[in-house]
């Protein structure tokens, strides 16, 4: 096994690369960068994000950026403009150097964690990272337990009950609540239980209250878990039904096989025989399908549900610097995600052995 995590760990490297590689190409020709965007400041047209360029009349010439783009004049607005302040504007934002000095920078910094620094935060993206991660944490780790501990036990009921009452209406129910994506029960919640119409019980925006810092420590939970029980609930009841039903479907599968007949004809009792036996197999593919729901729920699930509740997390935070065009921001936290998600698989990788012994990969090739 240890060979094989460090194999794992090796791949990393070049997945990483390759991830950041692509990410950094498709930056390059993004319209409307940071030099413009100062531009149109300067002259007064305002700094949206998507304004274009114009090579010289060529809509080919508008498609590129300012950090593939070598004329000055070709930056919207420049006209005017002393071309050494505009040469000036491409140094601070790291545009005066070719595409692939800028990448051979980038990859060394981010081996050793410097993300660089935000263009319009003046905060390093680490930094940023850090302050927010607080919020995606939170919203991810609790949905994502809440969400396990009501989907396996619900899913092994409806196996043992496939086919009566409960298993039928827990079904409706179920599909219910897949159809209906997560900001809807977020805005349903608001209006029900946080002074949208009826009731106020809940806080409407935040992760704590103000002064929390001063709270004693039972009572900094107790207002942390007040603040969490809308956005959570959300999340828990849009996103339970698929992991419900795979739950469901693998312990139906594996109740079928030979050897659980075996173990009920050696007079093992149901209990038995569904969790001595059953259970550890048909966990499997539960465990398979968690570094998909995890990062699911941690990154992008919870974009919508931190604008709707106010939440200043790493989901709000990545879609604001896309539209602002702040490049360091897109690719750290970029580089942080697709870290953290080879990270869970070869976690994955660990817990299948842990959970079956008979798993080995030491003869797989990686």
Do not use: C
Request: hydrophobic residues 50%; neutral net charge; proline residues 4%.
């Amino acid at each position: 096994m240890f060979n094989y995590i460090l194999k794992r760990l090796l791949l990393m490297i070049p997945t990483l690369l390759g991830i950041m590689l692509i990410a950094f190409v498709i930056v390059q020709f993004v319209p409307g960068g940071p030099v413009e965007r100062m531009i149109a400041e300067l002259q007064g047209h305002g700094t949206s994000a998507t304004a274009r360029f114009t090579g010289g009349g060529s809509d080919t010439g508008g498609a590129m950026s300012a950090a593939t783009t070598g004329a000055q004049s070709d930056y919207r607005g420049a006209q005017g403009l002393d071309p050494e302040f505009i040469a000036e504007l491409e140094a601070m934002y790291g545009f005066d150097k070719p595409a692939y000095e800028r990448f051979i920078k980038m990859v060394k910094d981010y081996f050793t964690f410097d993300l660089g620094e935000s263009y319009y935060r003046n905060i390093s993206v680490t930094d940023l990272i850090i302050e927010k991660m607080p919020v995606s944490i939170s919203l991810g780790l609790w949905s994502t337990i809440i969400i396990y501990l009501i989907s396996i036990p619900l899913g092994i009921k409806k196996a043992v009950r496939d086919g009566q009452s409960f298993d039928i209406w827990t079904s409706a129910v179920i599909f219910i609540g897949y159809a209906i994506p997560a900001f809807m029960f977020a805005i349903l919640l608001i209006i029900l239980f946080a002074g949208g119409r009826y009731f106020d019980f809940f806080p409407l925006r935040g992760l704590t209250s103000d002064g929390w810092a001063d709270f004693p420590l039972w009572k900094q939970i107790l207002d942390y878990a007040w603040h969490m029980v809308l956005p959570t609930a959300a999340m828990v009841i849009s996103g339970f039904a698929s992991l419900t039903m795979l739950t469901k479907n693998s312990f139906l599968d594996e109740i079928n096989k030979q050897y659980v007949l075996t173990a009920r004809a050696k007079g093992l009792s149901e209990k038995q025989v569904l969790y001595k036996h059953v259970f550890r197999n048909a966990m499997l593919i539960v465990i398979a399908g968690f570094p998909a729901a995890f990062l699911h729920i941690f990154f992008t699930g919870s974009l919508l549900i931190e604008v709707i509740f106010s939440l200043d997390g790493l989901g709000l935070l990545g879609y604001e610097s896309i539209i602002n065009r702040d490049y360091p921001v897109v690719l750290g936290t970029l580089y942080i995600y697709a870290l953290i998600g080879l990270v869970m698989t070869l976690v994955r990788d660990i817990a299948y052995v842990i959970v079956d012994p008979r798993i080995s990969f030491e003869g797989q090739k990686t």
